[in-house]
T-cell receptor, first 113, second 113 residues
Framework: GESVGLHLPTLSVQEGDNSIINCAYSNSASDYFIWYKQESGKGPQFIIDIRSNMDKRQGQRVTVLLNKTVKHLSLQIAATQPGDSAVYFCAENINQAGTALIFGKGTTLSVSS | AAGVIQSPRHLIKEKRETATLKCYPIPRHDTVYWYQQGPGQDPQFLISFYEKMQSDKGSIPDRFSAQQFSDYHSELNMSSLELGDSALYFC????????????FGSGTRLTVV
């Protein structure tokens, strides 16, 4: 399953499927990007990050792709599990001490068994 | 590992009252950030402090103020509370000498009645 754009869509997938969540960031000067997972009533939880000198980074079951030409970021989750159900946010930063991390609109991922 | 500690977890105030939220960053983190998240919204950046000085400012109302103390903990002071201030307030911390990763606390849920 795949979400598109900055809007707040709900992405529904079956357990075991691969999920792709997309994000368009706004600041061409941003050079550090993070994906967060947020469960209801909890703080954002770090998933994976990537710097602008890379276009791909892999973690455990997750991959982040960065396309600076079109200012696009995506999060791929392999073999999605029910525990992956949450709201996912991309965030950008210009990677200077003390500067804010700016969040994009979240995508709600629902995984059914 | 130590995380970002926020207190209190829940707070109920009446309109026009004041509230103080506290944030204790991860040890050796020198930067704290405050975010406000309304229901179904993405986290909105309010203000940040690096080495006890304000480093960045977002959409923080004039009724709110914050500071970072010598032990690096931070407090967000909110006065003349309005119903619209009801939200989750998150604090995050980072280290300027590390990988700039931002770690979020569990948040304070403020309800203004």
């Amino acid at each position: 399953g795949e979400s598109v754009g900055l809007h707040l869509p709900t992405l529904s997938v079956q357990e075991g499927d691969n999920s792709i969540i997309n994000c368009a960031y706004s600041n061409s000067a941003s050079d550090y990007f993070i994906w967060y997972k947020q469960e209801s009533g909890k703080g954002p939880q770090f998933i994976i990050d990537i710097r602008s000198n890379m276009d791909k980074r892999q973690g455990q079951r997750v991959t982040v792709l960065l396309n600076k030409t079109v200012k696009h970021l995506s999060l791929q989750i392999a073999a999605t599990q029910p525990g992956d159900s949450a709201v996912y946010f991309c965030a950008e930063n210009i990677n200077q001490a003390g500067t804010a991390l700016i969040f994009g609109k979240g995508t709600t991922l629902s995984v059914s068994s | 590992a130590a995380g970002v500690i926020q207190s209190p977890r829940h707070l109920i105030k009446e309109k026009r009252e004041t509230a103080t939220l506290k944030c204790y960053p991860i040890p050796r983190h020198d930067t704290v950030y405050w975010y406000q998240q309304g229901p179904g919204q993405d986290p909105q950046f309010l203000i940040s402090f690096y080495e006890k000085m304000q480093s960045d400012k977002g959409s923080i109302p004039d009724r709110f103020s914050a500071q970072q103390f010598s032990d690096y903990h931070s407090e967000l002071n909110m006065s003349s509370l309005e119903l619209g201030d009801s939200a989750l307030y998150f604090c995050a911390s980072s280290s300027s000498t590390g990988n700039y990763g931002y770690t979020f606390g569990s948040g304070t849920r403020l309800t203004v009645v």
